[in-house]
């Protein structure tokens, strides 16, 4: 069982810039998809980002493109996700996901429903 536990959301003004962090516990992410999803309030739960941790593989939801960058720490057993450039529109609570896919040649998926275990979530709101 692998349990994700996210931390680094908080306020920042337009233009700034956060780090969240996903620390898995009780199970590497070896093998694994990573992904972080969003959900803003009155919306559906929206992918933002993923990883392969084998390869370092990612892919990018179009509107996070050139100011998120995804990675990853091996020893750290820890995704992290570096938003910068923020604006108002990235406020949302966002999750940290993870999944074994069936074959390392998989493509990345960015359906949440396919994504097994997920973090408690951590607030992000960006001001204007």
């Known amino acids: 069982q692998v349990q994700l536990v996210e931390s680094g959301g908080g306020l920042v003004q337009a233009g700034g810039s956060l780090r969240l962090s996903c620390a898995a516990s009780?199970?590497?992410?070896?093998?694994?998809?990573i992904g972080w999803f969003r959900r803003a309030p009155g919306k559906e739960r929206e992918f933002v980002a993923a990883?392969?941790?084998?390869?370092?593989?990612?892919a990018y939801v179009d509107s996070v493109k050139g100011r998120f960058t995804i990675s990853r720490d091996g020893a750290k057993n820890t995704v992290y996700l570096q938003m910068n450039s923020l604006k108002p529109e990235d406020t949302a609570v966002y999750y940290c996901?993870?999944?074994?896919?069936?074959?390392?040649?998989?493509?990345?998926?960015?359906?949440?429903?396919?994504?097994?275990?997920w973090g408690q979530g951590t607030q992000v709101t960006v001001s204007s």
């Open positions: 996901a993870a999944r074994r896919p069936n074959s390392p040649l998989e493509v990345i998926t960015t359906t949440p429903s396919r994504y097994a275990y």
């Open positions: 990883i392969k941790w084998s390869g370092g593989s990612t």
């Open positions: 009780g199970s590497t992410f070896s093998s694994s998809v």
